[in-house]
């Protein structure tokens, strides 16, 4: 139904996990970001590991078919520390992807190419909404309904969201916070178990013993990452220039 020009569900029960009102709340947000032209936002993540807090800054413009900028900044906090990373970016003013990381502007092979390459570096700007906006294969938050429990409503600044958690991986679980009024995403949580973390960076250092080893004496204690988008605009009005270097 419409109320003062926004869809809204109409929830028939409020029992958590209802796959029809899960799978509608979906199908109305892929919907709301499929009808758009652009859209720009910014935020922040905020990640805890090992004792440190990584809070990365951003800025996101897209606008269709393939124009993008996502800039980003990072701080690294610990009780030992502070450092501040200039600031970064990946885009396409359509003439060609790019990304600028701290070691000169590189040209990519494609737009997915260079949007999951900084997906790392970014804290994930680069890939949940660009992902979703652009409904690539990976990336995007509305994927699937399949494995999402709805939970108890709740208010992301001053925005009323529905609430879903669903287990990415083993010992991976995502919630995500969909606006009630505008089915937008607000805000996604990544949290990683310390079991999981284990693995992961097992695996990814099984190459180089001794960074396994410096691992293991740091500990594994968890690893939560929270995105938050604010000051978002739908269909804002964005030229190339908005999108270029």
């Avoid at 030992?80 to 200039?86: A, E, F, N, R, V």
């Avoid at 790019?98 to 990519?108: N, R, S």
Wanted: include cysteine; charged fraction near 20%.
């Amino acid at each position: 139904m419409l109320v003062g020009g926004a869809t809204t569900v109409a929830l028939s029960s409020d029992r958590a996990g209802d796959n029809a009102v899960t799978g509608e709340i979906f199908k109305n947000a892929q919907e709301k970001y499929a009808s758009m032209t652009s859209y720009s936002d910014e935020g922040q993540t905020v990640a805890t590991v090992s004792g440190s807090t990584l809070t990365t800054t951003f800025i996101i413009k897209l606008a269709r078919p393939n124009l993008y900028r996502i800039e980003w900044q990072q701080k690294n906090e610990s009780a030992y520390s502070t450092t501040t990373t200039k600031p970064e970016a990946v885009w396409s003013a359509g003439a060609g992807d790019f990304l600028e990381m701290g070691f000169g502007v590189q040209k990519q092979k494609g737009q997915e190419t260079a949007l999951s390459s900084a997906v790392g570096i970014s804290a994930s700007a680069s890939s949940s909404i660009p992902g979703t906006f652009f409904k690539m294969n990976w990336g995007n938050q509305l994927g699937s309904v399949s494995g999402e429990k709805q939970q108890a409503d709740e208010k992301v600044g001053d925005v009323d969201c529905y609430v879903f958690t669903s287990e990415l991986k083993k010992g991976i679980t995502r919630t995500l916070w969909i606006g009630k009024q505008d089915f937008l995403i607000h805000q996604v949580r990544n949290v990683t178990s310390a079991e999981a973390e284990k693995a992961m960076l097992t695996k990814a250092a099984k190459d180089h013993p001794e960074i396994l080893a410096s691992l293991a004496i740091m500990g594994f204690s968890g690893i939560t990452s929270t995105e938050t988008h604010t000051n978002i605009l739908v269909n804002p009005k964005l030229s190339a220039t908005d999108f270029a270097r």
